[in-house]
């Protein structure tokens, strides 16, 4: 059996050699960028560990793999562009270097593209695989949607927010190891439970980077600390201290959400102005102290450890050899950063 970073590799070589040299060029070389701006590739590699739980010839569903990580990057590229983004994986997005009309076109062909690719799963398996994941494209369209209405809400429950990561971001885990596990021949029940492994994962994963977004070290992070305060995302974080803060901190808490940081351009002074602009690492660090008030940061920890332990139990009821699971526990122990 492969390990996660053989299957990386393949998965690479494997996109590096996808034909995109159709006309215009002005549709297709924003294609190429985007997949080429490399990443973890988690869900095409998570789909060929599935399989090669069953069937040794994981190359025989390298183009199902390739699909659902163009779909990935497809949701990527409208994201960036919904977001505003400059950036993504260290490199300016697509409608950066061109235009947002060129990203959202791009991006249609890249859906196009990844249902090419899903088309070519063999004849029998054809239907099954399309329906899970046309469902599953259905699903992440409505996380997106949750998301977006969030924006203007301050009282999200946590609830809603799991809901919303759930299918924004779980789902399609959960379809990559189902998708490949399907395609190997599992039972039904194996397969499910793979997907199970797949939402609590990806609910622990998501949960994590709330966490690490403000907890977290740049130099492994890898991202800016605290960007989510200053986005005034409603995170885990943001609707457990919301949730938990008393009068005065969640009046202190209000007041630094609707206070803009020297970031925003400064507009005239005008009568009835919002609160002046503040240093953005002073919100951060006064938001992050009525976290550490509440306690929440090891609420989230307690979450994680609880998605966590359950993806296990489900990985631990699949009817097969610790041996044939053992890849795929190690990459989950290494996506959440645990040793065992």
């Known amino acids: 059996m492969h390990n996660s970073s053989e299957i990386l590799e393949l998965v690479n070589e494997a996109l590096a050699a996808m034909p995109l040299d159709r006309k215009p060029a002005g549709l297709y070389d924003p294609v190429r960028y985007v997949l080429s701006l490399g990443g973890k590739r988690i869900?095409?590699?998570l789909m060929l560990m599935a399989y090669e739980m069953y069937r040794d010839d994981i190359t025989a569903i390298m183009p199902t793999a390739l699909g659902i990580e163009t779909y990935h990057n497809y949701t990527l590229l409208h994201?960036?562009?919904?977001?505003?983004?400059d950036v993504r994986r260290g490199k300016p997005t697509v409608h950066r270097v061109w235009n947002d009309n060129t990203a959202i076109l791009s991006g249609d062909a890249m859906l196009v593209l990844a249902y090419q690719l899903m088309g070519q799963t063999r004849g029998d398996m054809l239907r099954p695989?399309?329906?899970?994941?046309?469902?599953?494209?259905?699903?992440?369209?409505?996380?997106?949607?949750?998301?977006?209405?969030?924006?203007?809400?301050?009282?999200?429950?946590?609830?809603?927010?799991?809901?919303m990561i759930r299918l924004k971001t779980s789902v399609l885990l959960a379809c990559a190891l189902k998708l490949g596990a399907m395609q190997g021949g599992a039972p039904e029940a194996d397969a499910q439970r793979l997907y199970d492994f797949g939402v609590n994962m990806g609910l622990a994963f998501q949960l994590q980077d709330d966490l690490l977004d403000v907890y977290g070290d740049f130099q492994t992070f890898g991202k800016r600390i605290g960007g989510d305060i200053l986005e005034g995302k409603?995170?885990?974080?943001?609707?457990?201290?919301?949730?938990?803060?008393?009068?005065?901190?969640?009046?202190?808490?209000?007041?630094?959400?609707s206070t803009p940081t020297t970031a925003v351009p400064r507009q005239p002074e005008a009568p009835g102005q919002a609160a002046a602009p503040c240093d953005p690492q002073q919100k951060i660090?006064?938001?992050?102290?009525?976290?550490?008030?509440?306690?929440?940061?090891?609420?989230?920890?307690q979450k994680i450890a609880s998605y966590f332990e359950a993806a296990q139990r489900c990985l631990d009821s699949v009817a097969l050899s610790d041996d044939r699971k053992l890849p795929l526990r190690q990459l989950a122990l290494s996506l959440i950063g645990r040793n065992s």
């Open 79 to 85: 994201d960036d562009v919904m977001d505003r983004a």
């Open 129 to 163: 695989v399309m329906e899970l994941f046309t469902e599953t494209a259905l699903q992440i369209g409505e996380g997106q949607q949750y998301d977006m209405e969030f924006e203007t809400r301050l009282d999200v429950g946590e609830d809603e927010y799991i809901e």
């Open 43 to 45: 869900r095409p590699v």
């Open 285 to 301: 660090a006064a938001v992050t102290a009525i976290y550490d008030a509440v306690g929440v940061r090891q609420l989230a920890e």
């Open 234 to 257: 409603k995170t885990f974080m943001l609707i457990n201290a919301l949730r938990l803060a008393d009068d005065r901190q969640r009046a202190e808490l209000l007041r630094w959400l």
